[in-house]
């Protein structure tokens, strides 16, 4: 009969310990911050099994990793009041040397009620600085700024912002339209602008050779009113006749010419 009390009493205690589970487990990437009757007292676990009070003690688990954070459409106005919608992705985790503060302060949902509205805000802020054009034509500037803004809204609530990125932005269909417009212009204005630099290098060209075959012509020209060039001349065409003749000479002849390249002109030096 004692055999059987005993046995009860450790099934009872057995049961008892499984119901209050006086054990906890605090896994790779978090933090457990250990409250005494709901009350933060300086108490954090590391990753490991821990050892509590039941009912007395309670763990609130903080995740320490590198969490990401995304906006799909953060509608904000630019600095000429053209509508920009931004969708973003934030790269964030919890100092893990500061999570009993951070709950302390904050609790459990910091994503919510301290992220997400810096995010929002920095986007804002950051956005009403900058035409709609100068979004698109400086987007690292922009995106750099949005990051700077968020993170200096957020170490005071030790979150360390890991990235911010600038994933898309869109604007009014207007807009959109006459930047399309706008960049047709351009590339119009430039192939005009390719084709008169064109025809400049094709006129220079004629001009040039226009020049070259006027300096021939003066060449010749002036060669032409020296003896020695036209008896040069004269001598080339002797010659050239010399080269066509078949050997025979001709059987009939006009009265008053002479045979064919027989006057041979003698260069006089």
Do not use: C
């Not at 400049?200 to 032409?224: C, F, G, P």
């Not at 000479?249 to 006057?263: C, H």
């Amino acid at each position: 009969m004692r055999k059987m009390i005993v046995g009860l009493s450790l099934l009872f205690a057995f049961v008892v310990v499984l119901i209050l589970n006086p054990f906890t487990t605090v896994n790779a990437g978090e933090r457990g911050v250990l409250l005494r009757w709901g009350a933060f007292e300086g108490k954090v676990f590391e990753p490991g099994l821990h050892l509590i009070v039941p009912l007395m003690h309670q763990v609130v688990k903080m995740n320490v990793q590198t969490n990401k954070l995304t906006i799909e459409a953060s509608e904000s106005y630019s600095k000429d009041l053209q509508v920009v919608k931004i969708e973003s992705a934030l790269l964030y985790q919890l100092d893990a040397k500061e999570v009993g503060r951070i709950y302390q302060d904050i609790g459990s949902t910091v994503e919510e009620k301290v992220i997400r509205p810096s995010l929002e805000a920095g986007i804002k802020q950051t956005i009403a600085k900058y035409t709609a054009e100068e979004i698109l034509a400086q987007r690292a500037a922009v995106q750099s700024e949005i990051e700077a803004t968020v993170r200096a809204a957020v170490v005071s609530s030790h979150v360390v912002v890991t990235q911010y990125a600038m994933v898309n932005e869109t604007f009014s269909p207007a807009f959109e339209a006459a930047i399309e417009r706008k960049q047709v212009a351009e590339q119009d204005a430039k192939r005009a602008e390719n084709e008169l630099k064109t025809a400049k290098i094709q006129a220079e060209q004629r001009v040039a050779q226009a020049q070259a075959e006027a300096t021939a012509i003066k060449l010749q020209s002036d060669a032409a009113n020296n003896e020695k060039y036209v008896s040069l001349k004269a001598l080339e065409v002797q010659l050239e006749a010399v080269r066509k003749w078949d050997g025979k000479l001709p059987t009939t002849m006009i009265p008053g010419t002479t045979l064919p390249f027989v006057n041979i002109p003698t260069i006089r030096p």
